[in-house]
């Protein structure tokens, strides 16, 4: 189906969406933080990024802004949060926001809506 970047600090919840979007049919690679984000991408043709924004070592926002500037070819973005005001921020340059806590069904749902608008 979709090559899926999967950044989250946390290992109980970056386990748990990966799983649930490995069983929604996509191939999904992780990473604790955004630090080498331009080249999971590149090495893994990602066509879909999802990215907590609160990260130890390198914060998603900075990952967010990376792309833009290091990739030549778009890439939606999915952003999320805990604090909605760290949403605000990047809501008009990604593809879509998630307030954490979220069901994994709204996960699978915004992964598929963002992927179909894309293609």
Known sequence: MSNIILLDDDIQLRGLFALVLEEAGHTVITASNSK???DLVTENKADLIIT???MPEHEGIEGIFAVQR???TPIP???MSAYREYLRIVESVVAAVLL???QAK???ETVDEVLRKTR
């Open 100 to 102: 954490k806590p979220l």
């Open 106 to 108: 709204s996960l699978v």
């Open 36 to 38: 080498d984000i331009i």
């Open 52 to 54: 907590d924004l609160v």
């Open 70 to 72: 290091g990739i030549p």
């Open 77 to 79: 973005i999915i952003a």
